[in-house]
Every structure is written in C-alpha cells, then in structure tokens.
C-alpha cells in the first residue's frame, strides 16, 4: 500500500540549527490493522506520520502509495490525494472553537463539494455512532477530553477515508478513555480502513487491537513487532 524508499527528512536545511528528524527510512505498510510507531519523544514518529499522511514531503527519498509516487507531485495533486485517503486525529484534537460539534465534523469534508443534505446525514450519523448525537449543538469548547477526542474521530471519518493518522491520540486522556478510543479506533479496522498511531505510551502499544509496533529512536527504525 506505501511504501518508503531511502526517505530522509531535515528541517531548517543548510542551516547551523539543521535538524535531521528522519534518515534513510525504508518501510512497507500494508492495508488493514493497526500499525503504531513508537518512540520517546523527538524520536522522528509524528514527522513520519505526517510523510506517510501527504502532510510534508520528504528531504530524499521516496514515498508511494499502490504504486503511485507521491514525493514528487503538485501540491494541488497532494491536497486531492490527502483528502480523499486520508483522516486525521492530531494530538491537540484541532477542533476549531466557536463552531459546534456538527460544524468541525463537517468542516473537512467542504472542499469535496458534497449535497448539503448527504454531508448533514453523514455527520450526524457518526455523530451518532460515537454517543455524541446530543452534543451537535454544542460549542466544542464546552466538550469534556473524552468528547473532543470522539469529536475528532468522527471529523477524521466525514470523508469516508481509507487510511486514519492518529496523532498520539491517547496523550490527554485518562486510562479508561484512553482504552475506549482504542476500542473506537479498533472498529475501524473491523470496516476495512487501515490506522496509524503515533504514541510513547505503553497502553497503546501493548493494546490487543494492534497488529504491527514500529519502534523509531534518533530518526531511524529501531525495531519492527508482529502483533
């Protein structure tokens, strides 16, 4: 499904602060399960996410996606390809306040030019599925950690993506809604979709819906785990 070839990447480039977040990676990642990439933090896993999410493009190297090479394209041509394979959980959630719940679920999906209608039924639909359906009139700012997470999910999915990036998606919550985010995430791949997460913490990593644990230190794959 993508894979990586050779791909580096460095930030501030050519610069005395040059920063090399990632080197050499060759990676292959198949449809299907949940895959985490692990590692304490600086370790490269967020920058790689966001390489493997059509987020960033790589330093060197190449990225592609069933066979399709994406490290090269238009950035017109990236945009369309990030939104209609990929959802996004990012670890600060991202929700935009002062809109509602229903407002930022359908916010992604805008672009794609979908019927009113159709796109108000899909988001209230997943709003429904993540016990959230009383909340759509709610401003997300008054959401409790658990629910903003939830939130966010839902947005991820309001394009029907096959691939969903989680971005340390359990760092703000307890155990327990740790675990229930897990299990939600867990489902997903029940439907087909495939799911990334970044994470340092061993409740994910050791979690039984995980199928494949990428271990990164210092910008490189230190260790590759069937689950």
């Given at each position: 499904?993508?894979?990586?070839?050779?791909?580096?990447?460095?930030?501030?480039?050519?610069?005395?602060?040059?920063?090399?977040?990632?080197?050499?990676?060759?990676?292959?990642?198949?449809?299907?399960?949940?895959?985490?990439?692990?590692?304490?933090?600086?370790?490269?896993?967020?920058?790689?996410?966001?390489?493997?999410?059509?987020?960033?493009?790589?330093?060197?190297?190449?990225i592609?996606?069933?066979?399709?090479?994406?490290?090269?394209?238009?950035?017109?041509?990236?945009?369309?390809?990030?939104?209609?394979?990929?959802?996004?959980?990012?670890?600060?959630?991202?929700?935009?306040?002062?809109?509602?719940?229903?407002?930022?679920?359908?916010?992604?999906?805008?672009?794609?030019?979908?019927?009113?209608?159709?796109?108000?039924n899909?988001?209230?639909?997943?709003?429904?599925?993540?016990?959230?359906?009383a909340?759509?009139?709610?401003?997300?700012?008054?959401?409790?950690?658990?629910?903003?997470?939830?939130?966010?999910?839902?947005?991820?999915?309001?394009?029907?993506?096959?691939?969903?990036?989680?971005?340390?998606p359990?760092?703000?919550?307890?155990?327990?809604?740790?675990?229930?985010?897990?299990?939600?995430?867990?489902?997903?791949?029940?439907?087909?979709?495939?799911?990334?997460?970044?994470?340092?913490?061993?409740?994910?990593f050791?979690?039984?819906?995980?199928?494949?644990?990428?271990?990164?230190?210092?910008?490189?794959?230190?260790?590759?785990?069937?689950?």
């Amino acid at each position: 499904m993508i894979q990586l070839d050779a791909v580096s990447k460095a930030f501030n480039q050519g610069q005395p602060n040059e920063c090399r977040a990632l080197r050499d990676i060759d990676l292959r990642l198949e449809r299907g399960g949940i895959t985490v990439f692990k590692g304490p933090s600086g370790s490269g896993k967020t920058t790689l996410l966001t390489l493997v999410g059509c987020l960033a493009r790589p330093t060197a190297g190449r990225i592609t996606l069933d066979g399709r090479l994406l490290s090269n394209l238009p950035e017109r041509f990236l945009t369309e390809v990030r939104r209609h394979t990929f959802g996004f959980v990012f670890q600060q959630f991202n929700l935009i306040r002062g809109l509602t719940v229903l407002e930022n679920v359908m916010l992604p999906a805008y672009p794609l030019g979908r019927p009113y209608r159709e796109l108000l039924n899909a988001a209230r639909d997943l709003l429904d599925r993540f016990g959230l359906g009383a909340k759509a009139a709610s401003k997300v700012e008054w959401l409790s950690g658990g629910e903003a997470q939830r939130t966010a999910l839902a947005r991820a999915l309001i394009n029907d993506p096959a691939v969903v990036i989680a971005d340390e998606p359990t760092a703000n919550l307890d155990s327990a809604l740790s675990r229930e985010v897990l299990a939600l995430l867990g489902e997903l791949t029940v439907q087909g979709r495939t799911v990334f997460i970044s994470s340092h913490d061993p409740l994910v990593f050791e979690a039984a819906q995980v199928n494949r644990v990428i271990e990164l230190h210092d910008g490189q794959i230190v260790g590759d785990r069937r689950c």
